[in-house]
């Protein structure tokens, strides 16, 4: 108990380099992109660019780029915009300056050698969705509140935030964003798609959402200011504390050590963690919470870079707090994405916690921002995530200990949802600590 109050009631913080940060987290977010970009080593979504602020770059060797001049040459002698009057600025009837339209082709360009390696969380983002990226993480905007991403080659809701107009509608992780206002989403980036899922707070934007087992449904959501909250507290009647953890946010390790010291001041010894629709974010945050539950040196996450590169281990600062008398579970879901699987997954591979629920959502890469210029920058897929033992976060996410069967639950109750607060994957690890496995 001694070790438990020395470092709970002392603010912990890891020693952090500069200008180097990781994320965890997907591709991007309406209410709050999956990547932030910032001064420290803190990413769990997203790996922070070691180098200088700008590339120098030289001419590739052994490569023919004469087709690309010569596209860019036939564009010049030929091409005319049918849509001149519709794409006019200003209402004034004047189309983009000869120097706009040569720059939209270089940002053009560099779309589409990120969009040729064929992985949706390597994207170049141009100055308008830099624009927007910086003010995704400003924590509050006007949107929907969800996180997207592309999976199989189709727009896929990471998680909804609890709580926000998405939540609110009906919008559950894995939907596949099949239209937004009326518009395919077919070869739709995930950049223009936040564009246009975005809007003023009080408008409505119109999904058209492909759902497994319910098939296509319309869904209109109302828009609002969007808050990004982290985590809350609160103890069950029949003893068990519970801490839901909302995203790993900037201040979300704090924020967890503060939590903790609720639970030992609500004397219980059964910890419900619960990261279900959690699409994750800081990788310091989540190697930081692990920390209070391993030993010293215990790896918590291997960033990978694949044959003959190198490997990054995060390990545990070992607060490791907790006796063997804490009894811990974990809840997860196909909306636990990214710090959240790497959390569950170090925890449930060191014996700490079981996890209780439904597979995560796989989402095992690393992303590394750099600029490319003053005000756009590259967001590339560098490494891979292993959990402890080198497991690999899959594409079909981390199995749960204890698979609770949401569909079969339903069905044997001859319904189609749940009531208001009826929560069977809580319910299980209720019963869990009662009974055992």
């Known amino acids: ?238 003893g068990e504390f519970v801490i839901e953890l909302l995203h790993f946010s900037a201040n979300a390790a704090e924020l967890f050590r503060q939590a903790l010291i609720e639970f030992q001041n609500s004397g219980s010894d059964k910890l419900i963690l619960d990261l279900r629709g959690n699409p994750g974010g800081y990788l310091g945050a989540a190697v930081n919470m692990a920390s209070w539950f391993l030993p010293k040196g215990e790896i918590v996450v291997t960033e990978d870079y694949g044959p003959g590169g190198k490997k990054i281990e995060h390990r545990s600062a070992g607060m490791d707090v907790f006796s063997d008398k804490l009894k811990m579970v974990i809840l997860v879901d196909k909306g636990s994405a990214s710090a959240s699987e790497i959390l569950a997954g170090a925890l449930k591979e060191h014996g700490k916690a079981k996890l209780i629920g439904t597979s995560t959502f796989g989402k095992g890469s690393v992303q590394e921002l750099v600029d490319i210029t003053d005000d756009t920058s590259l967001k590339v897929t560098v490494a891979r995530w292993l959990l402890p033992g080198g497991v690999h976060i899959s594409k079909d996410g981390i199995e749960p200990d204890i698979e609770v069967d949401l569909k079969k639950i339903l069905e044997d109750s001859n319904r189609t949802k749940f009531n208001e607060g009826e929560d069977p994957i809580l319910d299980k690890a209720v019963q869990y600590f009662k009974i055992g496995e």
């Open 1 to 238: 108990m001694d070790k438990f109050n020395r470092y709970l009631h002392t603010v912990y913080t890891f020693a952090v380099r500069p200008k180097s940060i990781k994320l965890a987290a997907l591709a991007v977010v309406i209410f709050l992109v999956g990547v932030y970009a910032g001064g420290q080593r803190l990413g769990a979504n997203f790996l922070p660019a070691s180098m200088s602020a700008s590339v120098y770059a030289q001419e590739p060797r052994d490569v023919d780029l004469n087709p690309v001049w010569k596209v860019w040459y036939l564009l010049d002698q030929k091409f005319v915009d049918p849509y001149y009057e519709e794409n006019a600025k200003d209402g004034e009837g004047k189309g983009l300056t000869e120097q706009e339209k040569i720059q939209e082709r270089v940002w053009g360009l560099a779309s589409g050698l990120a969009a040729s390696t064929g992985d949706p969380y390597t994207v170049f983002m141009p100055p308008s969705d830099a624009e927007m990226f910086a003010s995704d993480i400003s924590g509050e905007f006007e949107g929907v509140g969800m996180e997207i991403g592309i999976r199989d080659s189709l727009l896929t809701v990471v998680s909804p935030l609890k709580g926000t107009p998405a939540f609110k509608a009906g919008i559950k992780a894995k939907d596949r964003i099949m239209e937004i206002d009326g518009v395919s989403t077919k070869g739709m980036s995930t950049t223009d798609a936040v564009k246009r899922i975005r809007g003023p707070k009080d408008s409505i934007v119109k999904l058209k959402v492909l759902r497994e087992g319910e098939g296509l449904l319309d869904i209109n959501i109302k828009r609002d200011v969007i808050e990004i909250p982290t985590i809350k507290t609160r103890q069950l009647p029949t």
